[in-house]
């Protein structure tokens, strides 16, 4: 009981963010900022002492976090986490060898293109005798292109569903 309490409220959690695109950064981050501590062999080139490589693993990781615990900066974090990742691929070694720049490219996709859900409306309609439902809006107009009395949008950026 108190497992399956426990992972309805991860899933609750989990849904309310966008938990896979931030999982794809962590994930792009580790992949990049770990490659400098491989055995020389393994590397391509060192750069400059790996400094860049483990930078760039660290700030997408911080910006994978960063979509989980504050879900309104993903769009930030999603354009941030695709540039950081496009410029591994140069600077660090190949971007991971390429699995940590196509991680981050996905993940800031997925951390960019998420919308949080909006809460079904309720059935508008009337009764019999012509009165509104309980679920009705009397502020939105039934003009259409009025939007004088339209109620605000859910998402603080604007976007449309």
Same mark, same amino acid.
């Given at each position: 009981?108190?497992?399956?309490?426990?992972?309805?409220?991860?899933?609750?959690?989990?849904?309310?963010?966008?938990?896979?695109g931030?999982?794809?950064?962590? =994930?792009?981050?580790?992949?990049i900022?770990?490659?400098? =501590?491989?055995p %020389?062999?393994?590397m391509?080139?060192?750069?400059?002492?790996?400094?860049?490589?483990?930078?760039? @693993?660290?700030?997408?990781?911080v %910006?994978? %976090?960063?979509?989980?615990?504050a879900?309104?900066?993903?769009?930030?974090?999603?354009?941030?986490? +695709?540039? !950081?990742?496009?410029?591994?691929?140069v600077?660090?070694n190949?971007?991971?060898f390429? !699995?940590? +720049?196509? =991680?981050? !490219?996905? @993940? @800031?996709? %997925?951390?960019f @293109?998420?919308?949080?859900?909006?809460?079904?409306?309720?059935?508008?309609?009337?009764t019999?005798?012509?009165?509104?439902?309980?679920?009705s809006?009397?502020t +939105?107009?039934?003009v259409?292109?009025? +939007?004088?009395?339209?109620?605000?949008?859910?998402?603080?950026?604007?976007?449309?569903?």
């Amino acid at each position: 009981m108190l497992l399956s309490r426990g992972a309805a409220r991860f899933r609750r959690w989990r849904r309310s963010r966008p938990f896979w695109g931030g999982l794809a950064a962590v =994930l792009a981050g580790a992949e990049i900022c770990a490659l400098p =501590l491989a055995p %020389l062999k393994v590397m391509l080139a060192q750069g400059v002492a790996g400094i860049p490589s483990v930078l760039m @693993g660290l700030v997408m990781i911080v %910006l994978g %976090l960063s979509a989980w615990f504050a879900p309104h900066y993903r769009g930030l974090a999603g354009v941030l986490t +695709t540039l !950081i990742a496009t410029a591994a691929l140069v600077l660090s070694n190949l971007g991971g060898f390429l !699995i940590g +720049t196509l =991680l981050g !490219i996905l @993940g @800031g996709g %997925l951390m960019f @293109g998420w919308q949080p859900r909006t809460p079904a409306a309720p059935a508008t309609g009337a009764t019999a005798d012509g009165s509104a439902t309980a679920g009705s809006d009397p502020t +939105t107009s039934a003009v259409p292109g009025d +939007t004088s009395a339209a109620p605000a949008h859910p998402d603080p950026q604007g976007a449309q569903p």
